[in-house]
């Protein structure tokens, strides 16, 4: 047992649901209790999505559970399929189905429909959303991949992009915009999958020359079994900035066999003229700290160092099953990655930290939120306002720009920063006020600017601070004061000094900065 109020993934279900969803002509029968029917809101309510999920559930209840709910379920199957008329189905359970050990697959194939039916064995206790999602898009494309589907012959070079899902971070507008440079270097999509593909899609895969995979968490499972299969190459690098975007046309180029077109070479992007310009100087070496599924937290870190100039003093992901690339990319920066999936050890490594910026999921935006420090968010899981009308991609040169808006917006601007150093009693821009852009509803409470709760913080409140003391810590801007009382507080533990005076404030500055 473990006490959970905040998971970073549903159980491994939804994730089938997720390509289910994303999916045209499959319908998915899962056997659950009454009430598992809340995750139809996931799509409905935080996608926004106009139409119901194709799922139809078996909705036991207690009294069921002394009759037979094998029969239920096969009863279950033979309706949707009578009513929604699907191209293929998927059968599966979710976690308290799976105590009862009803066998999905053999009850549904027992029916003998005339359409592929895929069971999905997905251990709930073990696994979660991400690796759900990959392992049933894996079995999906074994099953409907029609292994005698001939290679296309002429004309341009052909791809497959596999990994956009639905309750994907961004996966619609990422999608327009990789397909059109694609284009523009002068390949051609096949099928892109799951988003949007039906079983007869599917089953054209193995026409493609190469897979490029996208979201690497959903499908770079089932381009490695393409990759055996027909001999497919596999695109990884995943286009997240100028830089990665600039590296995966050069690899399309590459494992395409064509030259990239010249006006491709040249970045399409804005965010390296904004960073470059003077504007962004004071955004030189801030202090950030990035958190969220593998593969958008290794493209924010590279983007934050390489892009932004920002320094990168935290690096960590809650999917467990790419802890090893993750690890590997905090070594380039020199710390050690945060492999987790508990929101309290993120909280208490960002409270020691004390970053300038967070950028993270949902969950990073309240523990910043409680610490007082500006955060972005950048990966799954997110709430409806990161499902947005207008088009905001996160790959490709108009995602770098998106990027760029996205993150500098939550940090004070500079003329601002340098001002609240000067004028710190001004009643309106004073140093207890939120950036201005950000409007009153942005202001930080007093309280929000205290150091995290001892729960969270646990090293933090020994000391007693001289009032002058107290004083002169208000002179630091608030978007620092915070780490500068925990230095303090930390040099003054370390040296047994119970009053903490001005003396120790500069001692420990003076410490801290050497
Ligand atoms: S069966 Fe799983 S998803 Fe459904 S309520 Fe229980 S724990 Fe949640």
Same mark, same amino acid.
């Given at each position: ?6 998971? *970073? ?39 926004? =999505? ?13 009294? /069921? ?15 949707? *399929? ?12 979710? @976690? ?41 898009? *894996? ?6 991949? !029609?292994?005698? @589907? ?8 052909? @791809? ?12 619609? !507008? ?26 007869? !899609? ?10 490029i995979v996208l979201y690497p968490e959903i499908a770079s499972t089932a381009a490695r079994w393409l990759e055996r299969t027909f001999h497919q190459p596999t695109v990884a690098t995943v286009p997240i900035g100028v830089g990665a975007t600039? /590296? ?69 992901? *809650?999917?467990?099953?790419?802890? %090893? ?36 999921? =949902? ?11 500006? @955060? ?17 991609p996160q790959m490709g040169f108009e995602g770098a720009n998106v990027i760029f808006d996205t993150w500098v917006h939550p940090l004070m601007m500079g003329l601002e920063e340098h001002l609240l150093t000067m004028f710190r009693d001004d009643f309106e821009f004073s140093a207890e006020a939120a950036p201005s852009h950000l409007g009153h509803a942005a202001a930080a409470s007093p309280a929000t600017l205290q150091p995290a709760t001892p729960q969270s ?36 533990? !370390? %040296? ?19």
């Open positions: 047992m473990r006490l959970t109020l905040w998971t *970073y993934e549903a159980p491994p279900h939804v994730g089938a649901m997720r390509i289910a969803t994303a999916m045209e002509g499959v319908h998915y029968v899962l056997h659950a209790p009454q009430g598992d029917t809340y995750a139809d809101l996931l799509f409905t309510m935080i996608e926004r =999505q106009s139409k119901r999920p194709p799922v139809t559930y078996t909705t036991f209840q207690a009294r /069921d559970l002394g009759g037979d709910t094998a029969v239920l379920f096969k009863t279950a199957v033979a309706e949707a *399929y009578e009513r929604f008329q699907p191209q293929a189905i998927m059968v599966g359970a979710s @976690c308290t189905a799976e105590l009862i050990q009803d066998d999905p697959g053999g009850l549904a194939r027992a029916l003998n429909l005339p359409i592929p039916v895929v069971a999905l064995e997905l251990p709930s206790y073990q696994k979660k959303e991400n690796w759900g999602a990959a392992e049933t898009f *894996y079995r999906l494309v074994r099953a409907l991949a !029609d292994p005698a @589907c001939a290679r296309h012959t002429g004309g341009r070079p052909r @791809c497959n992009v596999l990994g956009p899902a639905a309750l994907g971070f961004r996966h619609r !507008d990422d999608i327009t915009e990789i397909t059109d440079l694609l284009d523009r270097i002068g390949v051609d999509v096949g099928v892109v999958a799951p988003l949007g593909a039906s079983p007869a !899609d599917m089953a054209r895969l193995g026409e493609a020359d190469f897979n600039r /590296d995966f046309i050069a690899e399309v180029a590459r494992v395409a066999g064509i030259e990239v077109p010249a006006e491709l070479a040249a970045s399409a992007s804005r965010l390296p003229w904004y960073s470059h310009s003077v504007d962004s100087t004071y955004l030189t070496g801030k202090r950030v700290f990035i958190f969220g599924d593998a593969t958008h937290a290794i493209a924010a870190a590279r983007i934050a160092k390489d892009e932004l100039g920002f320094t990168v003093v935290g690096l960590g992901t *809650y999917g467990r099953e790419f802890a %090893r690339e993750v690890r590997e990319a905090a070594a380039l920066y020199g710390i050690e990655a945060l492999i987790t999936d508990d929101y309290l050890e993120v909280e208490a490594l960002v409270s020691e930290l004390q970053p300038d910026l967070v950028l993270g999921t =949902q969950m990073e935006r309240h523990i910043a939120k409680r610490l007082g420090i500006p @955060c972005a968010v950048i990966s799954a899981p997110v709430h409806v306002q990161d499902f947005p009308a207008r088009h905001s913080a646990p090293e933090s409140d020994t000391s007693d601070w001289a009032p002058d003391a107290e004083r002169e810590l208000r002179k630091v801007p608030f978007f620092v004061r915070g780490k500068a009382r925990r230095n303090t507080e930390r040099f003054a533990r !370390d %040296r047994g000094i119970a009053l903490i005076t001005v003396e120790t404030l500069y001692h420990a500055k003076a410490h801290f900065s050497s």
